[in-house]
């Protein structure tokens, strides 16, 4: 199988002062997205640029986080090039089917923002996926919950038949996800100039449908992707 090059030295000195740039811009929006918005995005002469190098950093982040866990509990050859960019471009599917639904749902209910400015603002507000990420894995610890996630089978309504692992971890996630929507409530509200409850219909929307293609897309593929990982 093909494997992933490695960059050498001097590709790595050139990334650490492009990434330094990132990480700092990274802890303002993890504060606030709608006031990095409001400050800095809105007199960027072309946002688009500059937020798509801002999420290229949030996708290396991600997997730098998520990869060496995935090799450990699923036993995942996550260095072969095909699964790899696989699972990548099912990632980018993921952000950019969201972005864009946030843009068709805020023009629905008659928001005010342009394509380009909604679309730097939630590239920008892609900082919180690493964190959203993260939590998954707090469940995962937990054998039966990966079983279930193999066997695509899912008891939710039974919270006593819970490990309190896979409690603890369902909890994490929960809160993280309230966090992160108020968050995206306000940034939407911000870009779009539109109310709360507008603002939040638009994130509820938009988020249903990035749910839908996880559980009906991105969710089989990666079960077989753990599958066949551990067939080998």
Not at 51 to 76: C, H, Q, R, Y
Not at 204 to 217: M, S
Request: net charge neutral; charged share 15%.
């Amino acid at each position: 199988m093909a494997e992933l090059p490695i960059p050498d030295f001097s590709t790595l000195e050139k990334l650490y002062g492009w990434a330094a740039e990132q990480a700092e811009i990274f802890g303002r929006v993890i504060q606030s997205p709608a006031k990095f918005y409001s400050e800095c995005v809105r007199r960027i002469p072309n946002p688009v640029s500059a937020s798509v190098k801002f999420l290229a950093f949030v996708v290396l982040v991600t997997f730098v986080v998520t990869i060496p866990i995935d090799a450990v509990i699923w036993n995942i050859h996550v260095f072969d090039a095909a699964i790899f960019v696989s699972n990548a471009v099912l990632f980018l599917i993921d952000i950019l089917l969201f972005t864009f639904s946030i843009f068709w749902f805020a023009k629905l209910f008659r928001g005010k923002g342009e394509l380009q400015q909604s679309v730097a603002g939630l590239f920008f507000s892609s900082a919180y996926l690493p964190i959203i990420y993260a939590t998954h894995y707090v469940s995962r610890l937990d054998p039966a919950y990966r079983e279930a996630i193999l066997n695509r089978s899912f008891e939710l309504s039974d919270f006593t038949s819970m490990s309190p692992v896979t409690l603890m971890g369902s909890l994490l996630e929960t809160g993280v996800l309230i966090w992160v929507i108020i968050k995206l409530i306000d940034l939407v509200r911000v870009i779009h100039s539109v109310g709360r409850f507008r603002s939040f219909l638009i994130v509820g929307f938009a988020g249903l449908l990035e749910q839908t293609y996880a559980y009906f897309v991105w969710s089989p593929f990666w079960t077989a992707l753990v599958r066949s990982a551990v067939k080998q």
